[in-house]
């Protein structure tokens, strides 16, 4: 899931036309992102340079990401040194994975300076490097030192240095015979010996060549016959006119569930029909699809990391209780021996005496009358170890009644908290999570980080459209979904919520209309997709009218209860599908 070198030129291609462009603004939104809007005179353009280990990359974004109150330091000192600076070049060695943007930009004393900052889109040795014109390094946003790399040291004051560069092939400007004379050397797969003969390539564009090359099958590129190597040379022929062209056909490639796969700057035939191919306009737009979930995801992960420790230890400190509970439980359902053996011990008092150990006794209450035998204290009387067994039976049986009360109330708990997870998941701004941080605040699990901070304000629910014209609601949260459901609802209103899973309350608003079905299942979808079980194929999920759901005394937030609803399963909205029923106010 690399970008390699020629998807980078294909971006380099796009980046072009900000050149003469100035910085207008710097942010950081997580630790290894920066976003820089260039000024440009067809209007602001939005830059994402990203140094993730797994979602690499740079180019023209149209997301809006939200940035931190706080700015890192490394967005500090890059607004110090490129605020406005001017965009004079982009360049690119080779087809190697980095792109060189240069500025012309004013220091301190307001001197021109050309500066210059390196995105190396190298997989987890990915970085942003910023240097002056004599290569001396002024900081980069993942310091490497000598404990962490032997061969190449980032840090700032150091000249910067470019990674070590193999001996490969220029897929450009390399021959026939050159290609041929490097497959022959090899003894491995083709499509494996392709990645390590080229500049610049990608797995899944290896594969591809190998696909075509060879139909399908499976050969040692040193074994290749001369038709094999024909048709080769030709997918690689048309592959670079494709890109000289700027004909390219940027695919993605999904499951047949809607996972992410890969992607590339070619479309991809290799996998047939195990797989689904969506194909983009431009290199950036595939890349803003392809990563936009990942990343908002890993950004809401690194700004809740706390959260999310406290809700798996809560949890599982209450799943750990929940089973003891029950284990005493069922120690519980001997309690009628005890009673049964103080009966026994008062009918026979007369054949019993003190500093005897055990007894046996006709069991009046079998229909066989067989003996039991029962074990008693010699330190007592017959009456004392009567008692002693009728006191055991009356704890057991308040045990009883107080732990099925606890293991009810662990699980409505246990519940609770993987809604709280599950809404955590889904938190992809700072406010989502703010809001969530209170709700386990108010509830007793987590503390108030700042006394003296107000409590953050309460934000709307999600809103989407339907084609029909009927508006659909969707929570946020737990506290968002019992505001929307008793307070900002109709009576004559639909409710949804996933069948027996974790999910958002969903509410279809009636305004006097009568619903049709087509409504109902749209917003069955969303509900399914604002849930534990998006990823799923089939979805319960059932709806009744408002005025049939209830809220219990004291109950957790988000937990109601509700009557006279029907099921529908379903298959989930993918993130898309649902973005695109988004009310136009509340896409983000």
């Not at 400007?173 to 392709?194: D, M, P, V, Y």
């Not at 003190?354 to 209450?365: A, E, F, I, N, P």
Request: glycine share 6%.
């Amino acid at each position: 899931m690399a970008l390699d070198g020629i998807y980078l030129s294909l971006l380099k291609k796009e980046l072009e036309p900000l050149i003469d462009s100035r910085v207008d603004r710097i942010h950081q939104p997580s630790r290894e992102e920066l976003v820089i809007g260039m000024r440009t005179r067809g209007g602001m353009k939005r830059v994402l340079f990203s140094a993730n280990a797994g979602s690499a990359r740079v180019h023209i974004t149209q997301k809006e990401i939200e940035n931190p109150q706080t700015p890192p330091m490394f967005c500090m000192l890059l607004r110090k040194h490129l605020s406005s600076g001017r965009l004079i070049d982009i360049r690119q060695d080779g087809l190697e994975r980095i792109l060189y943007f240069d500025f012309e930009a004013t220091d301190e004393m307001g001197d021109r300076v050309m500066l210059t900052l390196a995105a190396e889109i190298m997989g987890r040795f990915s970085n942003i490097i910023l240097f002056n014109s004599d290569g001396k390094i002024i900081d980069s946003i993942k310091r490497v030192g000598q404990d962490r790399s032997s061969v190449r040291t980032v840090l700032p004051g150091m000249i910067y240095e470019t990674p070590p560069r193999g001996d490969r092939l220029d897929l450009f400007n390399c021959s026939r015979e050159e290609l041929e004379q490097r497959l022959a050397q090899q003894h491995g797969e083709l499509s494996k010996t392709l990645l390590g003969v080229f500049e610049g390539v990608s797995p899944i564009f290896t594969r591809e060549c190998a696909f075509f090359a060879l139909r399908g099958g499976e050969c040692a590129a040193q074994e290749l016959d001369g038709e094999a190597k024909d048709r080769l040379w030709f997918f690689l022929d048309r592959i670079r006119e494709q890109i000289k062209s700027g004909k390219n056909e940027y695919t993605v490639v999904k499951t047949k569930e809607g996972s992410l796969k890969d992607f590339c700057f070619c479309a991809v035939h290799q996998y047939g029909g195990l797989m689904v191919t969506k194909s983009f306009g431009s290199a950036g737009e595939l890349l803003d699809h392809f990563y936009s979930e990942r990343d908002a995801f890993s950004r809401t992960k690194q700004k809740a990391s706390d959260l999310f420790r406290l809700l798996v230890t809560a949890s599982e400190r209450t799943r750990r209780r929940v089973e003891n509970q029950r284990q005493e439980l069922l120690e519980c359902a001997e309690r009628d021996k005890y009673r049964v053996y103080g009966d026994l011990i008062m009918a026979n008092l007369y054949v019993l005496s003190k500093g005897m150990s055990v007894c046996r006794l006709v069991d009046l209450y079998d229909e066989q009358m067989k003996e039991v035998e029962i074990p008693l204290d010699k330190r007592l009387t017959p009456t004392e170890n009567a008692q002693r067994y009728y006191k055991e039976y009356r704890k057991l049986d308040t045990a009883e009644k107080k732990l099925e009360g606890l293991i009810k109330q662990g699980e409505e708990e246990f519940v609770y908290l993987d809604s709280v997870l599950d809404a955590l998941t889904r938190a992809s701004t700072e406010a989502e999570i703010a809001e969530l941080r209170e709700e386990l605040v108010r509830q007793g699990y987590a503390k108030r980080r700042d006394t003296k901070a107000k409590p953050p304000k309460a934000l709307p629910p999600l809103r989407f459209v339907t084609p029909e014209g009927f508006v659909i609601r969707v929570g946020r949260n737990n506290t968002q979904n019992d505001r929307l459901t008793c307070k900002e609802s109709e009576k004559e209103d639909m409710w949804l919520h996933t069948k027996d899973i974790t999910g958002s309350h969903v509410i279809i608003s009636a305004q006097g209309r009568e619903i049709p079905d087509s409504v109902i299942l749209t917003a069955a979808r969303l509900a399914a997709c604002y849930s534990k079980g998006r990823e799923s194929s089939q979805v319960g999920v059932d709806y009744t009218l408002v005025k049939y759901v209830k809220k219990p005394n004291g109950a957790k937030p988000g937990m109601v209860i509700f009557t006279n609803n029907r099921t529908l399963y379903v298959t989930p909205f993918s993130s898309e599908e649902a973005q695109e029923l988004s009310d136009p106010r509340d896409k983000r």
